[in-house]
Structure formats: structure tokens, C-alpha cells
């Protein structure tokens, strides 16, 4: 059994009210989609810069939320939903979720495996790009927290998702790519 069908089943309690909020969320307008994840992310934001909760805190606060969740998940469902048929669209949205958590899952697992690997194969190559790479996260922690380095790269996210904004970003790159060929030369 694969990865994406194990996720299906285990998520199929939650399947209408994930397939729900992901109606509310991401509209056909890729406008309002952006606009609605921008301020998704920024009430998040808010709430946790001005709690500013310990990791510990934050973590616990997580798993009681997903504890009540899974615990009333079903009645939920009975009570909202009435155990109403989703639509082949609808269906086919919650697979398209499932398999893009299930890809995000298998990315992660095989960038640990693979810096795993690269530790026991040259563990002195390892340590000379790990070890920067920490020292300047340790920076960063020190200047801004890490809540707020997550939100500006959400908002940089969402910015991209704007057709427009992504015909700039293409444009910069490919003026970019152009002058570095031209010096290359």
C-alpha cells in the first residue's frame, strides 16, 4: 500500500472538513486566495507576537488542539455535514491535498536520509557546511525570532502566487540570467 492511499484512509474522518475549509480558502480568484492566506498567516502571526508562547508552550498548545479535534472530529461531521456525499470534484480536491502532503512528507524524510548519508560518507565535509549554516541560524535567531522569519516568508509566498508579480519576478530572472551569460562571454 502506498503512501498517498495510507494518508486517504487515515484522514477520511477529517475529509469534509478539510474539503470545506479548502473551498473557503482557495477561491478560483487567485486574488482573493492570496488575500485570504495573507491574512491567515498574519492573524497567526499577531496572536503568537504578542503571546509570545515558549516553543514548549506552543507545542502543547498544538497537541490539546489536536487532541479535541480528533476527539470530536466525527460528531462534527454527523452534526455539520449530515453525512452528505462529497462531489467527484470535491473528492478529487481531497486526493490532489493528500497527495501534496504526502509529497511534502516524502521530501522531508528523503532530505533527512540524505543528509544522513552525507554525515557518515565525508563527515568533515558535512561539519564545513553544516556548521556555517547553523552559526547563521543562531544569528538570525538572536535579531528576529523565528515566527517572524516564517511570516515574511509566507507573505513572500503568497506575494508570488499574483500573476502579475510572478511576470516581474520572471522578468528580473531572465534580465538576471541574461547579464550573467553576457559576462560569461
Known amino acids: 500500500m502506498n503512501t498517498m492511499t495510507e494518508l486517504e484512509k487515515s ?25 485570504t492566506h495573507a491574512a491567515i ?19 502543547s498548545i498544538f497537541l490539546a488542539f489536536g487532541l479535541v479535534i480528533d476527539t470530536f472530529i466525527s460528531t462534527f461531521n ?31 524524510s528523503s532530505t533527512i536520509q540524505c543528509l544522513q548519508k552525507q554525515r557518515a560518507d565525508t563527515p568533515i565535509k558535512f561539519l564545513s557546511y553544516a556548521l556555517p549554516i547553523l552559526a547563521a541560524t543562531a544569528y538570525l535567531g538572536r535579531k528576529c ?25 520572471n522578468m528580473v530572472k531572465d534580465k538576471v540570467s541574461g547579464m550573467l551569460q553576457k559576462k560569461q562571454k
Open 11 to 35: 484522514w477520511s474522518e477529517y475529509k469534509y472538513v478539510v474539503v470545506h475549509a479548502d473551498a473557503l480558502i482557495n477561491t478560483p480568484d487567485v486574488i482573493k486566495t492570496t488575500g
Open 41 to 59: 498567516y498574519s492573524v497567526i502571526y499577531a496572536i503568537l507576537l504578542l503571546c509570545k508562547p515558549s516553543v514548549l508552550t506552543l507545542v
Open 78 to 108: 454527523q452534526k455539520v455535514f449530515a453525512g452528505k456525499p462529497l462531489s467527484e470534484n470535491q473528492e478529487g480536491r481531497f486526493s490532489e491535498i493528500c497527495s501534496n502532503l504526502s509529497g511534502c512528507t516524502s521530501c522531508l
Open 145 to 169: 525570532s523565528i515566527i517572524s522569519l516564517i511570516w515574511i516568508a509566507l507573505m513572500i509566498k503568497c506575494t508570488l502566487r499574483i500573476p502579475e508579480v510572478q511576470q516581474k519576478v
